[in-house]
């Protein structure tokens, strides 16, 4: 069963805009962490942002925010303003503990962001 | 510092032969993964490695598919008998610890099957 839901599988922006990626998750765990990571044309995986579940503060950095909600099992990711460079791939991903051991991320299939100019 | 590194960034083969891909990890890295992804799809987790501990093969899509890791450094995951499918993009990442410690990914390598 997928455990970490994207709905979205593109959405296309103008310079400027602010784009929102939906990130739901599924998991029956109260220890778990959630994590976002981008992927530009380029290829390689870059990390943005990890979040345990014990914390639900939201967060801010530079254009990027975070909006943790446990009782929707969401964890949101926002780009404000957004520019050219950020065209790219995001992958929003769960790290659940499993028998001994916190096992492996289980990603979402990605929002392919598209900002024009 | 240096980052996830990985050899051949692309691999071209014919169907039925087999490959090695190489990642080295960051160094102090315990924790060694390999992921899948196909041409716009997502990450398919494949096995991960952890210090001494046994590899979680859990990922591998078939017998044709084994990684191993010398060391606790270097990683090769092998392709025997190489098919089509099998045409994708491998990543490769490390980690301090195990997840949910954050992964850092390399490059990828990028292989295409004829």
């Known amino acids: 069963a997928q455990k970490v839901t994207q709905a979205q599988t593109e959405i296309s922006v103008v310079e400027k805009e602010d784009v929102t990626l939906d990130c739901v998750y599924e998991?029956?765990?109260?220890?778990?962490?959630l994590f976002w990571y981008k992927q530009p044309p380029s290829g390689e995986l870059v990390f943005l942002i990890r979040r345990n579940s014990f914390d639900e503060q939201n967060e801010i950095s530079g254009r990027y925010s975070w909006n943790f909600q446990k009782s929707t099992s969401s964890f949101n990711f926002t780009i404000t303003a957004s520019q050219v460079v950020d065209s790219a791939v995001y992958f929003c991903?769960?790290?659940?503990?499993?028998?001994?051991?916190?096992?492996?991320?289980?990603f979402g299939a990605g929002t392919q962001v598209v900002v024009t100019p | 510092g240096a980052g996830v590194s990985q050899s051949p960034s692309n691999k071209v083969t014919e169907k039925g032969k087999d490959v090695e891909l190489r990642c080295d990890p960051i160094?102090?890295?315990?924790?060694l993964y390999w992921y899948r992804q196909s041409l716009g799809q997502g990450l398919e987790f494949l096995i991960y490695?952890?210090?001494?501990?046994?590899?979680?093969k859990s990922g591998l899509p078939s017998d044709r598919f084994s990684a191993e890791r010398t060391g606790g450094s270097v990683s090769t995951l092998t392709i025997q008998r190489t098919q089509q499918e099998d045409s994708a993009v491998y990543l490769c990442a490390s980690s301090l610890a195990l997840a949910p410690d954050t992964q850092y990914f390399g490059p990828g390598t990028r292989l295409t099957v004829l």
């Open positions: 160094s102090g890295h315990t924790a």
């Open positions: 490695f952890q210090g001494n501990s046994a590899p979680d």
């Open positions: 998991t029956r765990d109260t220890t778990y962490y």
């Open positions: 991903a769960l790290s659940e503990w499993t028998t001994d051991s916190w096992g492996k991320f289980q």
